[in-house]
């Protein structure tokens, strides 16, 4: 069993829709980060929360401690949003990180 | 400017070679990672490193071995090679006042034949 659970494991959208990735986990972490991978490879981070709730253009991201669980919300999507988001989780002062399997998402014009 | 960089950004090699891969950054972090991703895409943190302290994945071959020259570089050194470790290497680095926030690099595709 992994540690980080995501769902769902692939998304297609039309372009404009609402779309809200999940990630639950079963540690005790001292952050929870949202990962983006582009088609190309390359891996950007774009959140990185421990409490409540982060915004940053059409992307927000929230964190429920108590219940272990994290979403990431993509407002009026974009082909460009198209790619693979994964959570981790990390602790012990950023030495040990958990991932999970990351969700494929594409977004249709 | 790269923030992280990555030597070679492709590597293909027979079975039984020894082969290193060079990561560097020049963002000031104090921590440096290595990460494998799979054909699954998954993601597995394979060492983290700091100045003070080196942390291995209990999971990673003792054949995988990180070497640091200096703070802005963690090198991944790989001796006799499987065709278990074909993947993508990333290297990653971080700093406590950025909260361990990851910067990766754009990683290296290892095929091994």
């Known amino acids: 069993k992994n540690e980080v659970e995501q769902s769902p494991q692939n998304l297609t959208a039309q372009e404009g829709e609402f779309i809200t990735i999940n990630c639950s986990y079963s540690?005790?972490?001292?952050?929870l980060h949202w990962l983006q991978q582009h088609p190309g490879g390359g891996i950007v981070s774009l959140f990185m929360?421990?409490?409540g709730k982060k915004k940053h253009g059409r992307l927000i991201a929230t964190i429920n401690i108590q219940e272990k669980h994290s979403s990431l919300h993509i407002t009026a999507s974009h082909p460009r949003d198209s790619a693979v988001y994964i959570c981790?989780?990390?602790?012990?002062?950023?030495?040990?990180?958990?991932f999970g399997t990351g969700t494929s998402l594409t977004v249709i014009p | 400017d790269t923030a992280v960089s990555q030597t070679p950004k492709y590597l293909v090699t027979q079975m039984g070679n020894d082969k290193s891969i060079k990561c560097e950054q020049n963002l000031g972090h104090d921590t440096m990672y290595w990460y494998k991703q799979d054909s699954k895409k998954f993601l597995k943190i394979m060492f983290s490193?700091?100045?003070?302290?080196?942390?291995i994945n209990e999971t990673v071959p003792n054949r995988f071995s990180p070497k640091s020259p200096d703070k802005a570089h963690l090198n991944l050194h790989i001796n006799s090679l499987e065709l278990g470790d074909s993947a993508v290497y990333f290297c990653a680095s971080s700093h406590l006042s950025r909260g361990y926030e990851q910067f990766f690099g754009p990683g290296t595709r290892l095929t091994v034949l």
């Open positions: 490193y700091n100045n003070k302290e080196l942390i």
């Open positions: 981790a989780v990390s602790w012990e002062s950023g030495n040990q990180f958990y």
């Open positions: 540690v005790g972490i001292s952050a």
């Open positions: 929360l421990s409490s």
